[in-house]
């Protein structure tokens, strides 16, 4: 394995800079498709083509032109993204990667979160990037909403953006995302129409949350199953959710926990994610259970469940993720407050939830004070 500090494995920014070889010399793998999505997250607004039949603009094309900070203000994780994008601008496999058919809304009305971008990778194929949840707190209560609702706002948006793409670009589609946009990414290979379904040659999955078991018994899922891969870390929880039967393979992560969502810490050699036999059996023994919890109930309970939390994020008056740190011993005795009066199994639930949002607050934080 390439070892770029003591202790460190190469990762995806390492996969970009060490890369030399073109589409046309080497095949697409699950690496190449989390490096893509990964460009989803940028504001490309005023850069990239809102239309699917703009002019492409290429990521050394814009780095020419100086990237601009915009590009990558209130981004998750920005300065890797920032760190990824300046090694994708050098290299030989993705610097010529044309971009076009960026679209980003944010509807509160609707719960709606939103992002695409397509990459046109120069051997005829193109790549439909789905962005996963983001830092508002819109865009998590749509996740939450995929617990009792099929589909969801974002879900019938990615099947009209992936028609749109098949209807502009001939040859062979690949669609993939991150988190909430793998799930975005599967539902729109099974659910676009049939001719640009025939043309879609893989959907990647990186962590993205599970559907509902009616989703995986229709027809449409069926004819999209075989061109599904699904990549979990190893205390995967995002994509534990609501994982019936789909089949995943697992990847080595450098953190440890919730944090090995972080798509920075993914182990890369050779070109390939480094292999773990499974996930861990503890989040295993955890996903189970909220999984088991989650299927018990019917989908007037799930909706009930989800408000709940909902309204307890809203009692804390954060409007994102990154929110949550600003004061954030007052917030926590106002999320409890909220809390009060629940059923105990219910509260138990909207507790670890709510951690867990508080924990990822601290870790962009940390980072963006590293």
């Known amino acids: 394995m390439l070892k770029i500090g003591p202790g460190r494995a190469a990762n995806i920014i390492d996969y ?21 999505s ?7 607004d ?80 193109v790549y439909a990037a789905y962005r996963g949840t983001d830092s508002t707190f819109v865009g998590w ?45 599967v539902y729109s290979a099974a659910k676009c129409e049939p001719d640009v379904q025939k043309r879609v040659i893989g959907v990647f999955s990186h962590d993205g949350p599970g559907f509902r078991e009616e989703f995986l018994r229709c027809p449409a899922y069926a004819r999209i199953r075989s061109r599904i891969h699904k990549t979990l870390p190893q205390s995967s929880l995002i994509g534990m959710l609501l994982q019936h039967s789909e089949r995943y393979s697992v990847v080595k992560s450098s953190r ?34 909220l999984n088991s919890w989650i299927d018990s109930l019917d989908d007037q309970k799930r909706e009930a469940f989800v408000s709940a939390l909902y309204e307890v994020i809203q009692a804390t008056g954060a409007k994102t993720i990154d929110d949550l740190t600003d004061r954030w011993r007052e917030k926590a005795v106002a999320a409890l407050e909220a809390i009060r009066g629940m059923d105990e199994e219910t509260r138990s639930f909207v507790l670890q ?9 601290v870790r962009n934080l940390w980072k963006a004070r590293r």
Not at 99 to 109: A, G, I, P, S, T
Not at 353 to 361: N, S, Y
């Open 16 to 36: 970009a800079a060490e890369t030399n070889k073109t589409f046309q010399n080497r095949a697409f793998t699950a690496v190449d498709s989390l490096v893509l």
């Open 38 to 44: 990964q460009l989803s997250y940028l504001h490309f």
């Open 46 to 125: 005023g850069i990239v083509s809102g239309s699917a039949r703009g002019i492409p603009v290429t990521i050394r094309e814009i780095a020419r032109r100086g990237t601009p900070d915009a590009l990558f203000r209130g981004v998750i994780d920005g300065e890797n993204r920032r760190r990824l994008f300046a090694a994708l601008a050098r290299s030989p496999r993705f610097r010529g990667t044309g971009l076009v058919f960026f679209l980003n809304r944010l509807d509160l009305e609707k719960e709606e979160q939103f992002s695409a971008v397509t990459c046109l990778l120069g051997d005829g194929t």
């Open 141 to 185: 209560k749509e996740d939450f909403n995929m617990a009792f609702l099929t589909p969801v706002p974002s879900q019938r948006e990615g099947t009209a953006y992936l028609n749109a793409v098949g209807h502009e670009f001939p040859g062979g589609i690949r669609a993939g995302g991150h988190s909430k946009g793998g799930n975005i990414a």
């Open 256 to 289: 440890i926990g919730l944090m090995q969502h972080d798509p920075f810490s993914w182990a890369v050699e050779g070109g390939a994610f480094v292999s773990a036999e499974t996930v861990k059996s503890g989040a295993m023994f955890r996903n189970k259970a």
């Open 353 to 361: 939830t709510i951690g867990l949002l508080f924990r990822l607050a």
